[in-house]
């Protein structure tokens, strides 16, 4: 009953696009924030409901909280293909990996990122 929770999970849009970046990537709810164009507070209750579903978990560094795919979820490799099939083909997705191929570019460079970012790094 596993891949119903996380059907029953996936099945709203925000959700399944912060799975979506998560895929390949771990990252912090102001990143996902920018991403997205999502507040902050809707993407922490999103997060927050995929936690509890086993979907997502997180680990803490300094100040920021980093969320990735749980290793039990990876293995659910149906639901995994299908996620790429939607990044793919729903626009909104594709901006998404646009936005995010920025924000990365943005970080490597560090020119920008987060807040939170912005103040670890000026330390």
Not at 57 to 83: C, G, I, M, N, P
Not at 97 to 118: A, W
Request: proline content about 1%.
């Amino acid at each position: 009953m596993e891949s119903l929770r996380y059907m029953k999970e996936l099945a709203h849009e925000s959700r399944i696009r912060i799975v979506a970046l998560l895929k390949d990537h771990e990252l912090c709810v102001c990143e996902l924030e920018e991403i997205l164009g999502i507040r902050q507070v809707n993407i922490s209750k999103h997060l927050h409901r995929l936690k509890k579903a086993g979907i997502v978990d997180s680990r803490r560094e300094k100040q920021r909280v980093f969320y990735f795919l749980r290793a039990t979820f990876r293995k659910e490799y149906a639901l995994l293909k299908h996620v790429d099939d939607l990044i793919v083909k729903e626009p909104v997705m594709q901006k998404d990996r646009e936005r995010f191929l920025e924000h990365e570019e943005m970080k490597d460079t560090r020119i920008y990122v987060c807040n939170v970012f912005k103040k670890e790094n000026l330390s």
